[in-house]
């Protein structure tokens, strides 16, 4: 058992039988109860998995919550992953990771032991075959796993140690102002950096309540859900703000904070919150390799907020910027690289593939990101990527930005731009999420804020582009959609 160990056993002591975790009242744990019921999942995971590490695919209930913490404290070095992979994405993990087994809820193919925990589900522990053709990775100080998002290629697998997840709540609770008073209803899967690092160790810490409510991911139910909870804190993905905005928000008056992360906000969507609530939407900068990074209030337009406690934020000069003037006037068109230094770092891959995790830290250990922004006044604006900078005739254009002026348009619910080979030279492409809109009304839409050289000369506009859990367009998986030009 490792420091959480001791931390739920605190948490069970200091707060008892108040309600830590609920589903509804039919499903809910107390402290002790939760402390409890992470042992059991301790206990079984002992007796079950091979060696470290396995991978975890857990559910969103307070079973789900219990059978993560008691992963956690195993020592075991579970790696949580995404319960909606495919098995072939599953078993490329497997062997990327050296994972000796798989746990999950839903029933595998072959099952070789399984438990009942407190909700009543069954979790399965799965032994895969070809165990000889995996890796061995040294996990020296490394407690748990967990993925990057895999929106731009298949995701890559972070090392942690425990004391990462313990500094990761200690600067979000300090942020958000957590108190016992407060019930935290999240929205995001238990796998995703936004629940994980926003939703777990704060809440517990100081004696709150979880919610997980369990509603499909339709604007009624989870309208519902949010009425019927009445939670002070919302915790939830773009889109399912996006979906709300258009509903009548005035009842949720419990609400005095909303968490957001993974992609930007909607201009509209945040205006309509505002406006209904008079609460601004927290979209916060975080990384999987770095844990959360800042903390927004919304009161500066554009920002993504001011560093966490213990949080160093530093901007790095690129060729570009080096050339560009630097006064006062014009530091906001500079596009520097966004540089971090966390206490919630990871501290390797478990993943065989370049490059080394080591390969992204500078001298001073800041994590180099590739995203491009300034700092004004403490505040972070991110305005690009770097890995996405693409050169097409000889200029050098941001895709993101094209996607982020598609998303201005009131039909478009998702986008994606980027470059693709040709036998000649590489075209500007569009992938856009949209039921109505049409090619000609979203390229006119594009002139009026774009130059004619930023506007994509392919297009394929669908009702549905494949994300992922955490609702992340999924770049390796667009040529599913087929091809479906306008």
Avoid at 159 to 171: R, T
Avoid at 243 to 262: E, F, K, M
Avoid at 378 to 385: A, I, P, Q, S
């Amino acid at each position: 058992m490792n420091a959480l160990g001791d931390l739920l056993t605190r948490y069970a002591q200091r707060y008892g039988d108040r309600t830590a975790v609920s589903r509804g009242p039919d499903a809910a744990y107390s402290y002790e109860e939760l402390e409890l019921a992470s042992r059991h999942a301790e206990a079984w995971l002992h007796e079950v998995v091979p060696h470290p590490p396995f991978l975890l695919l857990p559910g969103n209930t307070p079973g789900d919550v219990a059978l993560v913490l008691g992963a956690l404290r195993s020592g075991l070095v579970p790696l949580i992953g995404d319960p909606a992979w495919s098995e072939h994405e599953i078993a490329e993990t497997l062997r990327r990771t050296g994972a000796s087994s798989i746990v999950r809820a839903q029933l595998p193919a072959s099952t070789a032991a399984s438990t009942t925990l407190g909700d009543g589900g069954v979790r399965y522990l799965e032994l895969p075959t070809e165990s000889s053709t995996r890796v061995r990775h040294n996990l020296d100080g490394i407690d748990f796993g967990r993925f990057t998002s895999g929106s731009s290629g298949a995701p890559r697998c972070l090392g942690f140690g425990i004391e990462a997840m313990i500094n990761a709540a200690s600067a979000w609770r300090a942020a958000t102002e957590l108190t016992g008073a407060d019930t935290v209803m999240c929205l995001a899967a238990l796998n995703n950096g936004l629940a994980f690092n926003t939703s777990l160790l704060p809440v517990f810490d100081v004696g709150a309540t979880l919610v997980l409510p369990g509603v499909r991911p339709i604007p009624s139910s989870m309208l519902a859900a949010l009425r019927a909870c009445a939670p002070t804190i919302l915790v939830a993905f773009p889109f399912v703000y996006d979906a709300l905005a258009g509903r009548d928000l005035g009842r949720l008056t419990s609400l005095r904070l909303l968490v957001s992360s993974a992609a930007p906000l909607r201009a509209d969507t945040e205006r309509h919150w505002f406006t209904e609530l008079g609460t601004h939407i927290c979209n916060y900068y975080g990384l999987a390799e770095v844990g959360p990074v800042t903390f927004n209030d919304g009161r500066v337009a554009g920002s993504l907020g001011r560093a966490l406690a213990g949080v160093d934020l530093h901007e790095v000069p690129t060729p570009e910027t080096e050339r560009a003037s630097r006064t006062a006037d014009h530091r906001e068109l500079a596009s520097f690289r966004i540089a971090v230094r966390t206490a919630a770092m990871a501290t390797r891959y478990l993943d065989p593939r370049p490059p080394d995790f080591a390969d992204h830290l500078d001298a001073n250990g800041s994590y180099l990101t590739q995203d491009l922004g300034f700092l004004q006044d403490g505040n972070l604006f991110v305005t690009g990527r770097a890995d996405r900078i693409v050169n097409i005739a000889g200029r050098k254009i941001d895709p993101g930005e094209i996607a982020d002026v598609l998303l201005r348009h009131h039909d478009v619910s998702g986008a994606l731009v980027r470059a693709e080979a040709t036998t000649t030279d590489p075209l500007l492409c569009a992938y856009v999420e949209s039921a109505t809109a049409s090619r000609h009304e979203l390229i006119e839409h594009c002139r009026k804020y774009l130059s004619q050289y930023k506007i994509p000369q392919r297009w394929t506009i669908v009702p549905a582009l494949p994300r992922s859990s955490a609702g992340k367009i999924m770049s390796a998986r667009l040529a599913e959609i087929g091809a479906a030009p306008q």
